[in-house]
T-cell receptor
Framework: DTEVTQTPKHLVMGMTNKKSLKCEQH?????MYWYKQKAKKPPELMFV???????INESVPSRFSPECPNSSLLNLHLHALQPEDSALYLC????????????FGEGSRLTVL | AQRVTQPEKLLSVFKGAPVELKCNYS??????LFWYVQYSRQRLQLLLR??SRESIKGFTADLNKGETSFHLKKPFAQEEDSAMYYC?????????????FGDGTTLTVKP
């Protein structure tokens, strides 16, 4: 299995809701990433997990809370989001942090009403 | 700070014509450079990386450290090459996990 799988593909939530995005990979990669991508813009790094520990937090607001339950799974918990948080959220993995090629999921398209 | 610049937002060529997508970077050290491609309705995927020195789908890219460039080239563009192309840089040591992407170039190959 050489894919990164993200669920859900689409998510609509209100500003008071709590939801989660999920990401899974079975390539044995030890680094996993969350990116945010606005329309026609490049991906912006949010978080990096290396060996299941948070390695990089790019000053992301606390309404985004990442979690890495095990080496294959990565979650992004969402709470009290703002409409400007609407975007495509991409998960990626690599062999190790800084280990070359990033393998991306298809993304979860989030709309905050 | 690491930075990637793709000066062309849009690039349009005719099928069979040569194409060059420009990428310049700034990084104080030895970065690793990549080209990623996103075809319509598909996930972002690696096209090539400078250390592998491969030719993928007819595309090549040479790292020029003197000019801090990593331009992507193909001698004869095909319609299926139409996509969004991102140049990306990955640093070393404490910045190893921070891949920085350029703003992207949308390539359109006309029949």
């Amino acid at each position: 299995d050489t894919e990164v799988t993200q669920t859900p593909k689409h998510l609509v939530m209100g500003m008071t809701n709590k939801k989660s995005l999920k990401c899974e990979q079975h390539m044995g990669h030890r680094a996993m990433y969350w990116y945010k991508q606005k329309a026609k813009k490049p991906p912006e790094l949010m978080f990096v997990y290396s060996y299941e520990k948070l390695s990089i937090n790019e000053s992301v607001p606390s309404r985004f809370s990442p979690e890495c339950p095990n080496s294959s799974l990565l979650n992004l918990h969402l709470h009290a989001l703002q409409p400007e948080d609407s975007a495509l959220y991409l998960c990626a993995s690599s062999s190790f942090e800084g280990g070359g090629e990033l393998f991306f999921g298809e993304g979860s398209r989030l709309t905050v009403l | 700070a690491q930075r990637v610049t793709q000066p062309e937002k849009l690039l349009s060529v005719f099928k069979g014509a040569p194409v060059e997508l420009k990428c310049n970077y700034s990084y104080s050290g030895s970065p690793e450079l990549f080209w990623y491609v996103q075809y319509s309705r598909q996930r972002l995927q690696l096209l090539l990386r400078h250390i592998s020195r491969e030719s993928i789908k007819g595309f090549t890219a040479d790292l020029n450290k003197g000019e801090t460039s990593f331009h992507l080239k193909k001698p004869f563009a095909q319609e299926e090459d139409s996509a969004m192309y991102y140049c990306a840089l990955s640093g070393q040591n404490t910045n190893a996990g921070k891949s920085t992407f350029g703003d992207g170039t949308t390539l359109t190959v006309k029949p």
